[in-house]
């Protein structure tokens, strides 16, 4: 699936580019000829397997007096139909639709009526009513009741010819029903008739339960987990609406550890490469192929034939033409027996896709350097010692000699400098919360805490004969959860602790306009009632928590203080108003209650994610797609697909010491899923759903705390990462290894290793579905060691181990000692740093992406230069270009006299730096490095300037 989907997305950003480039079709019409044609086609959700294999199929058929471009509505009617409009404005002959809702398609029709535009609907079929408005209206696709016949069938032929599968021996079979959308035509058909053709062939039944899954694997994972819990091993056979479901049901069987013997019988419908593959393995009963091929096939000869003035009729010799509207493909039912036949046409379907991949890019475009703000998450540390004469012999920490009292390790997100002409209020907005919070510290040296209060304490409690208990602390990280051209909204977690039994920790959403700075209030987002809200926050609490929330205080006295507009809530006199804190990223709303806010603080940070499906049409979701929506990046140049992060998975989160109120000290070691260190065992993290992916992916923390392989018990089925220890005292490990279940792939050799709190992870996804795990250990200086696993579809193996630096962005100016590093925005916007000797050593900082092999690549314009020394001047007078900031010559060949003080700025490769000079200029140092040394015309850089600095 990877493959196919990375295959597509290629050729859309490739269609789309074009569409771009190339000058539109003229002044419309369906029954005239351009001389290029033109086919405009949206999707409902392009990473639906599925249709992305069926897009596949279609592209590849194109000619070259043939442009197609497609559009991913990602799920939004409104979307969808803006698309056809532009499609309609960019003189597409003909307009390919899957619809979003298939009960509402009168914008669609209306649109494509006016403009006199045919419009042929595929995979999703409007209700007759709706075909019959307009003769131009035509539909692609297969007859769902047939499929959910056969699916029944299927699972008949099977139950009758293995006795195994009633494992109870009870007569009957107890099933779950995996269905694909609310409301949707296919899931209703495909379940309604699956089942009825089962009981029909005389098999007995019992339903256990059916969960909605919306087509999506990784859904399918989370419903079957919990159909699960509530049925343990009762469940014989699982019928799904489609393969990927049946997929997700099978991942949440091998998740959960469940043998093979205990395992249902699974049988999906759709018959996608990854479904035939499964069934080859013997995962799937069975499934049942929707032609694909024949569908795209179809729709592409109908597109011809009705962009050159022709009918649907002239299709009648080839296919079976219905009512005049209406082309449909057989189904075929799928088995062991005749699975080679179908694995072959896969095969050859995937050759022919990759020979037509090889006309267009090896790569997909570069994402252009304006896509997003490049952002930065500077953190101030500080520290402060008792410097009097009062020794604690029992001090609590572990440095008696220096007795530390306090620290301060806290994160900030900042835009940085190169944008923020670009994003000034944004760039307001986030400096002045770190100078609102500093100055309340006192100017960022540790505050009261750190001056007064605490050494009053420190020298009370000693000179009373009493214990110390710290040191203090003040820890806090910021992550970005959402980045589009509209908002902003990250997390902020912070945590602390003064005494006491226990410290305190929280968790923050902020979401801001990226625009005009302004930050959004909740009742600007959401227009549903309180009473909505609170039973949406409270179903997916008792679903997200099941275990624990009985636990809680009692729901619904504590959600009936919180309200969506506060304020309006207190004007009218309600008692004990609460606000929500809340944040948004790519798959829903989260709803963060805090300890003691709806429980006992045991529980810790408690996190309700309500979906996007949930809230409908809501007021703010043009704010989650973005101005330009789920149009691409490129078609629309304004680089505006939603995004969900962590931090860049440098290694760079803090330690945080505390009291766990027992005696002993807690260590907080990695950090939570938003960047947050996580101090409770269950606070929230690996709650979450899987995350919606768009066209660059995500990144976010992967929540693995790395282990000593004398801990590999080997029971665990879950993804864990092990190190194996070296000798004591010597900073090393011996290798690295993540394993799921018997799954294992491993880094056999030695890499520096301070302690199991030094070693970050992080999950990476990209838009065309494959994850990795990165995972960075704190070498030494600024060097990070990186190490990459791929996990996608639960296999594991190692990609590849690399050295990246720090990647720090111009420090702020403050007392005490700010350390910045390079916030990761997605798969194709991540941050890493390099040293490289060029004039002296400079710490370079680049925009890279995934790779094909899952490392790293470098992928912006430049790479910037955060770390040198700013005292380096001409001994002689050298030659150099004026360029502006986009890198154009302004002026060549300037002569730089001797003493010319010069400050690196970028570079862009081994040939050139691009340097600041004291009048605001910018002037490009071109050297050469064809020898063992860079050189300017044969004399050697370290001859010609002074002042540098070096490594060592």
Same mark, same amino acid.
């Given at each position: 699936?990877?493959?196919?989907?990375?295959?597509?997305?290629?050729?859309?950003?490739?269609?789309?580019?074009?569409?771009? @480039?190339?000058?539109?079709?003229?002044?419309?019409?369906?029954?005239?000829?351009?001389?290029?044609?033109?086919?405009?086609?949206?999707?409902?959700?392009?990473?639906?397997?599925?249709?992305?294999?069926?897009?596949?199929?279609?592209?590849?058929?194109?000619?070259?007096?043939?442009?197609?471009?497609?559009?991913?509505?990602?799920?939004?009617?409104?979307?969808?139909?803006?698309?056809?409009?532009?499609?309609?404005?960019?003189?597409?002959?003909?307009?390919?639709?899957?619809?979003?809702?298939?009960?509402?398609?009168?914008?669609?029709? =209306?649109?494509?009526?006016?403009?006199?535009?045919?419009?042929?609907?595929?995979?999703?079929? @409007?209700?007759?009513?709706?075909?019959?408005?307009?003769?131009?209206?035509?539909?692609?696709?297969?007859?769902?009741?047939?499929?959910?016949?056969?699916?029944?069938?299927?699972?008949?032929?099977?139950?009758?010819?293995?006795?195994?599968?009633?494992?109870?021996?009870?007569?009957?079979?107890?099933?779950?029903?995996?269905?694909?959308?609310?409301?949707?035509?296919?899931?209703?058909?495909?379940?309604?008739?699956?089942?009825?053709?089962?009981?029909?062939?005389?098999?007995?039944?019992?339903?256990?339960?059916?969960?909605?899954?919306?087509?999506?694997?990784?859904?399918?994972?989370?419903?079957?987990?919990?159909?699960?819990?509530?049925?343990?091993?009762?469940?014989?056979?699982?019928?799904?609406?489609?393969?990927?479901?049946?997929?997700?049901?099978?991942?949440?069987?091998?998740?959960?550890?469940?043998?093979?013997?205990?395992?249902?019988?699974?049988?999906?419908?759709?018959?996608?490469?990854?479904?035939?593959?499964?069934?080859?393995?013997?995962?799937?009963?069975?499934?049942?192929?929707? /032609?694909?091929?024949?569908?795209?096939?179809?729709?592409?000869?109908?597109?011809?034939?009705?962009?050159?003035?022709?009918?649907?009729?002239?299709?009648?010799?080839?296919?079976?033409?219905?009512?005049?509207?209406?082309?449909?493909?057989?189904?075929?039912?799928?088995?062991?027996?005749?699975?080679?036949?179908?694995?072959? #046409?896969?095969?050859?379907?995937?050759?022919?896709?990759?020979?037509?991949?090889?006309?267009?890019?090896?790569?997909?475009?570069?994402?252009?350097?304006?896509?997003?703000?490049?952002?930065?998450?500077?953190?101030?540390?500080?520290?402060?010692?008792?410097?009097?004469?009062?020794? =604690?012999?029992?001090?609590?920490?572990?440095?008696?000699?220096?007795?530390?009292?306090?620290?301060?390790?806290?994160?900030?997100?900042?835009?940085?400098?190169?944008?923020?002409?670009?994003?000034?209020?944004?760039?307001?907005?986030?400096?002045?919360?770190?100078?609102?919070?500093?100055?309340? =510290?006192?100017?960022?040296?540790?505050?009261?805490?750190?001056?007064?209060?605490?050494?009053?304490?420190?020298?009370?409690?000693?000179?009373?004969?009493?214990?110390?208990?710290?040191?203090?602390?003040?820890?806090?990280?910021?992550?970005?959860?959402?980045?589009?051209?509209?908002?902003?909204?990250?997390?902020?977690?912070?945590?602390?602790?003064?005494?006491?039994?226990?410290?305190?920790?929280?968790?923050?959403?902020?979401?801001?306009?990226? #625009?005009?700075?302004?930050?959004?209030?909740? #009742?600007?987002?959401?227009?549903?009632?309180?009473?909505?809200?609170?039973?949406?926050?409270?179903?997916?609490?008792?679903?997200?928590?099941?275990?624990?929330?009985?636990?809680?205080?009692?729901?619904?006295?504590?959600?009936?203080?919180?309200?969506?507009?506060?304020?309006?809530?207190?004007?009218?006199?309600?008692?004990?108003?609460?606000?929500?804190?809340?944040?948004?990223?790519?798959?829903?709303?989260?709803?963060?209650?805090?300890?003691?806010?709806?429980?006992?603080?045991?529980?810790?940070?408690?996190?309700?994610?309500?979906?996007?499906?949930?809230?409908?049409?809501?007021?703010?979701?043009?704010?989650?797609?973005?101005?330009?929506?789920?149009?691409?990046?490129?078609?629309?140049?304004?680089?505006?697909?939603?995004?969900?992060?962590?931090?860049?998975?440098?290694?760079?989160?803090?330690?945080?010491?505390?009291?766990?109120?027992?005696?002993?000290?807690?260590?907080?070691?990695?950090?939570?899923?938003?960047?947050?260190?996580?101090?409770?065992?269950?606070?929230?993290?690996?709650?979450?759903?899987?995350?919606?992916? /768009?066209?660059?992916?995500?990144?976010?923390?992967?929540?693995?705390?790395?282990?000593?392989?004398?801990?590999?018990?080997?029971?665990?089925?879950?993804?864990?990462?092990?190190?194996?220890?070296?000798?004591?005292?010597?900073?090393?490990?011996?290798?690295?290894?993540?394993?799921?279940?018997?799954?294992?792939?491993?880094?056999?050799?030695?890499?520096?290793?301070?302690?199991?709190?030094?070693?970050?992870?992080?999950?990476?996804?990209?838009?065309?579905?494959?994850?990795?795990?990165?995972?960075?250990?704190?070498?030494?200086?600024?060097?990070?060691?990186?190490?990459?696993?791929?996990?996608?579809?639960?296999?594991?193996?190692?990609?590849?181990?690399?050295?990246?630096?720090?990647?720090?962005?111009?420090?702020?100016?403050?007392?005490?000692?700010?350390?910045?590093?390079?916030?990761?925005?997605?798969?194709?916007?991540?941050?890493?740093?390099?040293?490289?000797?060029?004039?002296?050593?400079?710490?370079?900082?680049?925009?890279?992406?995934?790779?094909?092999?899952?490392?790293?690549?470098?992928?912006?314009?430049?790479?910037?230069?955060?770390?040198?020394?700013?005292?380096?001047?001409?001994?002689?007078?050298?030659?150099?270009?004026?360029?502006?900031?986009?890198?154009?010559?302004?002026?060549?060949?300037?002569?730089?006299?001797?003493?010319?003080?010069?400050?690196?700025?970028?570079?862009?490769?081994?040939?050139?730096?691009?340097?600041?000079?004291?009048?605001?200029?910018?002037?490009?140092?071109?050297?050469?490095?064809?020898?063992?040394?860079?050189?300017?015309?044969?004399?050697?850089?370290?001859?010609?300037?002074?002042?540098?600095?070096?490594?060592?």
């Amino acid at each position: 699936m990877g493959k196919i989907c990375k295959k597509f997305m290629i050729f859309l950003l490739t269609v789309v580019m074009t569409a771009g @480039l190339l000058a539109g079709c003229g002044a419309n019409s369906g029954s005239k000829v351009a001389t290029k044609i033109k086919i405009g086609v949206t999707l409902y959700d392009q990473y639906d397997t599925f249709i992305s294999q069926l897009m596949e199929c279609f592209t590849q058929q194109a000619s070259e007096n043939v442009e197609v471009v497609v559009y991913n509505a990602s799920n939004s009617q409104q979307t969808q139909n803006n698309q056809v409009k532009k499609m309609i404005e960019d003189g597409c002959n003909v307009i390919c639709v899957n619809l979003v809702d298939r009960t509402d398609p009168t914008a669609v029709i =209306d649109a494509a009526k006016k403009a006199d535009v045919p419009i042929i609907f595929f995979n999703r079929e @409007l209700v007759e009513g709706d075909m019959g408005r307009w003769n131009k209206l035509f539909y692609v696709g297969a007859n769902a009741i047939e499929s959910g016949v056969m699916e029944g069938e299927l699972a008949a032929e099977a139950i009758k010819s293995d006795d195994t599968i009633d494992r109870n021996g009870d007569g009957a079979i107890q099933f779950v029903v995996l269905e694909g959308e609310a409301g949707h035509q296919d899931a209703i058909v495909r379940t309604e008739y699956s089942v009825d053709t089962l009981i029909r062939s005389g098999v007995e039944v019992d339903k256990l339960g059916y969960a909605i899954a919306n087509w999506n694997r990784a859904q399918a994972q989370t419903k079957m987990s919990q159909l699960i819990e509530q049925n343990g091993n009762s469940i014989e056979l699982v019928l799904s609406n489609n393969d990927d479901m049946a997929l997700g049901a099978i991942d949440a069987y091998e998740t959960a550890g469940v043998s093979e013997d205990l395992m249902p019988v699974f049988f999906g419908i759709d018959g996608t490469d990854v479904g035939l593959e499964a069934v080859a393995e013997g995962k799937l009963g069975g499934t049942v192929y929707n /032609d694909k091929e024949g569908q795209a096939g179809a729709m592409y000869s109908l597109a011809l034939t009705l962009a050159k003035g022709g009918s649907i009729r002239d299709l009648e010799s080839i296919y079976n033409v219905e009512n005049g509207k209406y082309i449909r493909l057989p189904y075929t039912k799928i088995t062991n027996e005749n699975i080679g036949e179908y694995l072959k #046409k896969a095969v050859a379907k995937k050759n022919a896709g990759e020979d037509q991949e090889g006309k267009e890019p090896a790569e997909s475009p570069e994402p252009a350097s304006s896509d997003y703000p490049m952002f930065k998450q500077v953190t101030l540390k500080y520290d402060k010692y008792y410097e009097g004469d009062l020794v =604690d012999e029992n001090y609590y920490g572990d440095d008696k000699e220096h007795r530390l009292l306090y620290y301060s390790d806290e994160q900030y997100l900042l835009v940085t400098d190169p944008y923020k002409e670009a994003y000034p209020e944004l760039a307001g907005f986030l400096q002045d919360r770190v100078l609102d919070r500093t100055a309340a =510290d006192g100017n960022g040296v540790g505050g009261d805490w750190g001056e007064l209060d605490i050494v009053a304490e420190y020298e009370e409690l000693v000179s009373q004969g009493y214990n110390f208990i710290g040191p203090w602390y003040d820890v806090q990280r910021e992550n970005i959860a959402l980045l589009n051209d509209k908002i902003l909204s990250f997390v902020t977690y912070y945590e602390n602790f003064a005494g006491g039994a226990h410290g305190y920790h929280c968790r923050m959403g902020t979401t801001v306009d990226v #625009k005009s700075g302004k930050e959004y209030e909740l #009742k600007e987002i959401l227009d549903v009632s309180d009473e909505q809200l609170r039973a949406m926050i409270r179903d997916r609490i008792k679903i997200e928590d099941a275990d624990e929330y009985e636990d809680y205080w009692d729901l619904d006295d504590s959600l009936a203080s919180y309200y969506i507009d506060p304020d309006a809530a207190n004007e009218a006199g309600k008692d004990y108003v609460n606000h929500y804190n809340w944040t948004m990223d790519p798959k829903g709303i989260h709803f963060y209650f805090n300890p003691y806010d709806i429980a006992a603080y045991a529980f810790g940070i408690i996190d309700a994610t309500v979906p996007y499906d949930m809230l409908g049409d809501f007021s703010g979701k043009d704010l989650v797609e973005g101005a330009s929506g789920e149009d691409s990046a490129e078609e629309k140049g304004d680089g505006s697909e939603d995004a969900a992060t962590g931090n860049n998975g440098d290694g760079s989160e803090g330690t945080a010491a505390g009291d766990n109120g027992d005696g002993s000290e807690g260590t907080a070691k990695g950090n939570e899923g938003d960047g947050s260190l996580d101090t409770v065992e269950g606070s929230g993290s690996g709650k979450d759903a899987a995350q919606t992916i /768009d066209s660059h992916g995500y990144v976010t923390y992967a929540g693995l705390y790395v282990s000593s392989s004398e801990w590999d018990s080997g029971d665990y089925n879950g993804l864990s990462l092990y190190y194996v220890p070296g000798k004591e005292g010597e900073g090393l490990a011996n290798g690295l290894y993540l394993k799921k279940g018997n799954k294992k792939a491993s880094f056999d050799e030695s890499f520096m290793m301070e302690d199991e709190s030094s070693i970050s992870t992080w999950k990476v996804v990209t838009g065309d579905g494959r994850e990795f795990i990165y995972v960075t250990s704190k070498s030494f200086g600024y060097y990070y060691d990186f190490f990459a696993f791929e996990v996608t579809d639960g296999e594991l193996k190692t990609c590849g181990r690399a050295v990246f630096t720090k990647t720090g962005l111009e420090p702020y100016a403050y007392d005490g000692e700010w350390l910045s590093e390079g916030a990761a925005v997605d798969a194709e916007h991540m941050y890493f740093g390099e040293i490289n000797t060029i004039i002296g050593d400079f710490v370079l900082v680049g925009q890279y992406r995934v790779g094909d092999d899952g490392m790293p690549v470098f992928s912006g314009d430049y790479k910037y230069v955060t770390e040198c020394s700013d005292h380096i001047t001409l001994k002689k007078g050298i030659k150099a270009d004026v360029v502006d900031e986009a890198g154009n010559v302004i002026t060549a060949g300037e002569e730089l006299p001797d003493g010319t003080h010069v400050m690196p700025w970028r570079t862009a490769g081994d040939k050139f730096v691009d340097c600041y000079l004291d009048d605001g200029r910018i002037v490009r140092i071109s050297y050469n490095r064809d020898g063992d040394e860079p050189d300017i015309d044969g004399e050697y850089l370290m001859d010609i300037f002074e002042g540098e600095s070096y490594v060592g």
